[in-house]
């Protein structure tokens, strides 16, 4: 069965720090990977996604994904956050129904806390 | 453009009412979705549309009734809730059902 796990609940770092938060994945099949963000209260914003091709992924906001295969992973990095990164972050991978469907499941997500 | 609109942004209702949320978009996209989330979990996935037509109903009861009248225009009828329904809905649209999903701001609803 597919699934999605985002190991770390919470994460707290210092503004201007660097940021990785993990997501591992179980697919049979090439996955297509997305990363999406939602501030409280919020919908849910695509930050950057991977269907094929180069593994490295460039998204908004100044994060980046590298797809690893062979790690089943999908990790989102940012060089240096801002304060008004701190918001929820879900891993979600699309999964084809029977009927052919892009069905997304979603990780636990991580919640990222930033420190002044 | 990736614009997903909702309304009302927030409902609080009685488990005796009728209500409706509303999804728009202008995309041209011919998928649409409605999600159920949570507090503190992710989105659940309820119902999908393809080209007006309902693909997927993923078990939801019978008291949560989608409707598309049309390609840019999802709703969500609902009637006799559960307190338990409280939560945020999400509507999300995609050129077809197989390409990315962009999702609107969701509609906060209570339920007494």
């Known amino acids: 069965a597919q699934s999605v796990t985002q190991p770390d609940i919470h994460i707290t770092v210092s503004e201007g720090a660097s940021l990785e938060l993990r997501c591992n994945y179980s697919?049979?099949?090439?996955?297509?990977l997305f990363w999406y963000v939602q501030s409280p209260g919020q919908g849910l914003q695509l930050l950057l996604k991977?269907?094929?091709?180069?593994?490295l992924v460039q998204g908004i906001k100044g994060f980046e994904a590298e797809f690893k295969r062979s790690q089943s992973s999908f990790n989102l990095r940012k060089p240096s956050v801002h304060w008004s990164d701190a918001a929820e972050y879900f891993c979600a991978v699309g999964a084809k129904t029977p009927g052919g469907y892009n069905k997304l499941i979603f990780g636990a997500g991580t919640r990222l806390a930033v420190h002044p | 453009d990736t614009e997903v609109t909702q309304t009302p942004k927030h409902l609080v209702m009685g488990m005796t009412n009728k209500k409706s949320l509303k999804c728009e978009q202008h995309?041209?996209?011919?998928?649409m979705y409605w999600y159920k989330q949570k507090a503190k979990k992710p989105p659940e996935l309820m119902f999908v549309?393809?080209?007006?037509?309902?693909?997927i109903n993923e078990s939801v009861p019978s008291r949560f009734s989608p409707e598309c009248p049309n390609s840019s225009l999802l709703n969500l009828h609902l009637h006799a809730l559960q307190p338990e329904d409280s939560a945020l809905y999400l509507c999300?649209?995609?050129?077809?059902?197989?390409?990315?999903?962009?999702f609107g701001p969701g509609t906060r609803l209570l339920v007494l």
């Open positions: 999300a649209s995609s050129l077809t059902y197989q390409e990315t999903q962009y």
């Open positions: 991977y269907f094929s091709g180069d593994t």
């Open positions: 995309m041209g996209h011919r998928a």
């Open positions: 549309y393809s080209y007006e037509k309902l693909s």
């Open positions: 697919y049979g099949a090439t996955p297509y």
